[in-house]
Each structure stands twice: as C-alpha cells, then as structure tokens.
C-alpha cells in the first residue's frame, strides 16, 4: 500500500459519505456489513486493475471503455495516449465515471473529475516509479520508454465512491 494515514482517512471519509448520500435501494444493497473499509480498498487493489471508464463525448453520452487502473494514494489513476478520444473528452468535460468489477465479489464504483498528471513531474516521482514496478517486468525496458515519450495519465478525484464485498460462492 502507498497511502498514507491522511490518505486512508480521506478515503474512509469518501466511502462513509458516498453512503450516507446514496438511495434506498444502493443503501439496501451496499449494506455496512457488504461495504469496504479504506484500508480493504487499497488492499483489494493492488498493480494493475482493469477499469470500465465512462467519458462524456461532445454531443452529451457516456462513452465506456476499459481502461487499466492503478489504485495509489487513494485514488484511480489511468493511462493512453494523449490524442485517445477519452483524453480529448476529458479535456473537454473532465467528468468520468470508473468502475472495476471482477465478480460479484467486489465492486468498486467511483464519480468524479479526471485531473490530468504529468507523471515526468517531480510532483509525480513516487506513481511514476509505481507505474515501471508494474509494467517494466511485464512488457520490459521499453514501456519506460513509451511512458517517458508521452503516455498521457489522469488520476480520479472522486466525488464518490461505492464499494461492495461478499465472499466469493455466497
């Protein structure tokens, strides 16, 4: 895990709000005893996560697609390239909407703002060095070299965030 003591707090502020706002029947299904804790999220998302992420095209519809999510400090981050018609959406209207569901298991659903990184940045030293523990023993020396040739990044500041787990078989 990367987060810090502030950052689990702020996620289990995030977690407990989203809940509290949510509907009658999200309350009904996404129960205390089904929802994660802070500390559970970060545990349940480590490396790479497959993410279906939903932009708003020009014309107003949600745009889906699946993207890889890297869970650090807290929050969804993704990647593609800086012409990909999500980043041309998102420098448009940043709103997005990203869900990681492998089974009924475990869901985790956030709604918020896309924020553009630049992850050459010394700000972002600590998710860049995230990004090549993943990627470079998986594809090898030249995903740096691809990062470092512009691969554009964006991290999900969650406005909210609906979390959900039961054993698997239940």
């Known amino acids: 895990m990367y987060e810090t003591d502030d950052d689990l707090a702020a996620l ?6 989203s809940a509290a706002a949510g ?20 545990s349940a998302l480590p ?14 519809r949600p745009i889906a697609a699946p993207v890889d999510g890297i869970f650090y400090r807290g929050a969804f981050h993704f990647g593609s390239a800086p012409d990909s018609l999500r980043f041309r959406h998102i420098r448009r209207n940043p709103h997005v909407s990203a869900s990681h569901l492998p089974g009924e298991h475990l869901q985790v659903t ?49 406005e909210r965030m609906f979390t959900f787990w039961m054993p698997e078989g239940a």
């Open 110 to 158: 956030v709604h918020g703002t896309a924020m553009l990184i630049d992850v050459l940045s010394d700000e972002h030293a600590g998710f860049r060095e995230h990004l090549l523990s993943i990627y470079v023993p998986r594809y090898g020396e030249g995903w740096a070299s691809m990062l470092e040739s512009g691969a554009q990044y964006a991290r999900i500041d969650a």
């Open 12 to 17: 289990q502020d995030l977690i407990e709000r």
């Open 23 to 42: 509907g009658r029947h999200l309350k009904d299904v996404l129960t205390k005893d089904h929802r994660l804790s802070a500390e559970a999220v970060c």
């Open 47 to 60: 490396g790479m996560s497959l993410l279906v992420l939903a932009t708003v095209s020009s014309d107003g």
